[in-house]
């Protein structure tokens, strides 16, 4: 007799599935963000591994300060649309399935645009104990550039 491991669902569904992949998670400090941005912790530095990575939801209008990576990061835009800027340069549009690979000491901000939610799984590599090097804030005037 054969044993069926797995359930097989014969009826298609067409509905959307609109279940976020990981919880919204706890408030981010406001010295380093503007606007409503929560983080839910996915893995931390150990032994095996020279990261840590988090889900980092931004309500509209949420952003990060300037900010430095030692080490460099990497972000995967798992839902929404949002922002990438790298200091001297246009902001970017991302949007879910985006990946931005963000080299060392790159001054840079991230976040959601004026109208929509933005979360991302951010991969952030250590340099002996630090991680990040957090600056001024987005201004309102750079933050509405970005947004045209």
């Not at 032994?47 to 931004?58: E, H, L, Q």
């Amino acid at each position: 007799m054969a044993i069926s491991l797995f359930a097989c669902n014969t009826k298609t569904d067409h509905t959307m599935n609109t279940a976020e992949i990981f919880p919204k998670g706890e408030p981010l400090p406001k010295e380093w963000f503007t606007g409503d941005a929560f983080l839910t912790p996915l893995v931390a530095k150990d032994k095996n591994n020279d990261f840590s990575a988090g889900s980092v939801t931004f309500a509209p209008g949420a952003r990060t300060n300037w900010h430095t990576h030692p080490k460099g990061q990497v972000l995967l835009v798992i839902e929404g649309n949002g922002l990438y800027q790298e200091k001297g340069k246009p902001a970017q549009a991302i949007k879910k399935g985006d990946v931005v690979n963000i080299p060392e000491n790159i001054e840079h901000w991230h976040g959601a645009t004026t109208a929509t939610k933005m979360v991302h799984v951010a991969i952030t590599n250590f340099k002996e104990d630090v991680q990040v090097t957090w600056l001024n804030p987005v201004t309102e005037e750079e933050f509405s550039l970005a947004n045209k």
